[in-house]
């Protein structure tokens, strides 16, 4: 009960309006505040419709950056353009080497340099479309972190099995692998998918072939290896929790809404079709090995950088969960430089010494490289710099940051 009494020629209920109002005043200059914070985080519109900035704008030294981008132009892979060529004289070689995908030959040395949102350099040919390699492992792992966030995998530490209509996970050691185990590579998942069986993807150079087929399993997590046969049942675990296809829920969840061009596909292989619900539907690679993966512009390929900038947020809605970024950039407990596939760390700074040890980056063959660093507020795509000389240009990038 209020009890009416006289302060200064004013009650106690005529106070009450004015305080009122103080406090819902004070909430609203609280949430402004907060708003016009979000609202200084610039986000570019759909495909061509990116801001560029000159580089003092984004507090760059332009003389600085530009020699970077000379020292890329003069640095390219000097290996041949032609994808399918390159292939039969690298992996092509292993056993059941075969290209079973699309390939195209590539383009010119190209790279996009983003700060605070803006482009403030870029170079080559930032519009072509061309093949991303492993990096697509990036997007396929996006589309798990969907699933993940929407409840149709309950938990990352979940048996597979369980989820599948398939064989796949049916023996005594493939049965005990996890989403986890397969984001980290760390399955040793045993079996052939797409005529390709699991011990010809980079089999080891120091053991004697007759036992590839032999040796004893790891138990999963345990023991990391790179393996496309491996990563590619990811992609079809994935299309059978989505049952629909892969590229379609990234299109809807991610490339739509961060306004990625119209231009990029995600294929498949010409023997990887499953029938889902009455319907042919591919299940994609999650890279170029033997063809197939994702292809797609330099430009795009910063736009999703910035993406896991932002760490799923655009515009002020959260596409994929800061929970899911934080487990993909959590190092593995095998292999602390990587986290889920393709997030590649700088642990201890030991992948990239002259950077912060939170940036990471998303690799593939070529190589293509995007360069994520939060605490500079920076994204670097790279693609066909070769001689190992990504480090030192990056190097010189980082040097030219002034604030």
Do not use: C
Not at 216 to 221: D, M, T, V
Request: no cysteine; aromatic share 12%; net charge positive.
């Amino acid at each position: 009960m209020i009890k009416l009494t006289k302060q200064g020629g004013y009650s106690a209920i005529q106070k009450m309006p004015r305080l009122l109002a103080f406090v819902m005043g004070m909430g609203l200059f609280a949430v402004s505040h907060q708003a016009s914070a979000q609202d200084t985080v610039y986000y570019p519109g759909p495909d061509h419709e990116w801001e560029h900035r000159k580089a003092e704008q984004a507090g760059m030294d332009p003389a600085l950056l530009n020699a970077a981008v000379e020292f890329a132009k003069a640095n390219e892979n000097t290996a041949t353009r032609d994808h399918e060529k390159n292939h039969y004289l690298t992996w092509g070689l292993e056993p059941h080497g075969d290209a079973i995908g699309p390939y195209k030959k590539r383009g010119d040395m190209t790279g996009v340099v983003v700060r605070h949102g803006y482009i403030v350099a870029e170079w080559g040919e930032p519009h072509r479309v061309d093949m991303t390699f492993s990096v697509t492992k990036s997007f396929l792992s996006t589309t798990v972190g969907l699933a993940y966030d929407r409840g149709l995998i309950r938990d990352v530490h979940d048996r597979v099995q369980p989820y599948m209509p398939t064989d796949h996970f049916d023996s005594e050691h493939n049965s005990k692998i996890t989403w986890d185990h397969l984001l980290r590579q760390t399955s040793d998942w045993q079996g052939t998918l797409w005529g390709k069986p699991d011990w010809a993807d980079r089999p080891p150079k120091d053991m004697d072939p007759a036992q590839w087929l032999t040796r004893p399993r790891n138990e999963p997590g345990t023991s990391y290896k790179y393996n496309d046969a491996r990563v590619n049942l990811l992609a079809l675990a994935a299309l059978h929790v989505w049952r629909e296809p892969l590229p379609r829920v990234l299109k809807k969840y991610v490339m739509d809404p961060i306004g990625a061009s119209n231009k990029w596909r995600w294929h498949g292989y010409e023997n990887s079709w499953v029938t889902l619900d009455g319907l042919k539907v591919q299940s994609v690679s999650g890279g170029g090995h033997w063809g197939g993966g994702m292809f797609l512009t330099a430009r795009d390929q910063a736009r999703f950088g910035y993406f896991t900038l932002r760490r799923g947020k655009w515009k002020g809605k959260q596409l994929l969960s800061e929970k899911w970024f934080t487990m993909a950039r959590t190092p593995g407990k095998v292999n602390d430089g990587y986290g889920f596939m393709n997030f590649f760390l700088n642990t201890d700074k030991k992948a990239i010494p002259g950077a912060p040890e939170t940036a990471y980056s998303h690799r593939g063959h070529g190589p293509n490289i995007i360069y994520v660093d939060e605490a500079n507020d920076l994204v670097v795509v790279a693609r066909w710099i070769g001689g190992g000389k990504f480090n030192e240009f990056l190097g010189k990038v980082l040097a030219s940051i002034k604030d």
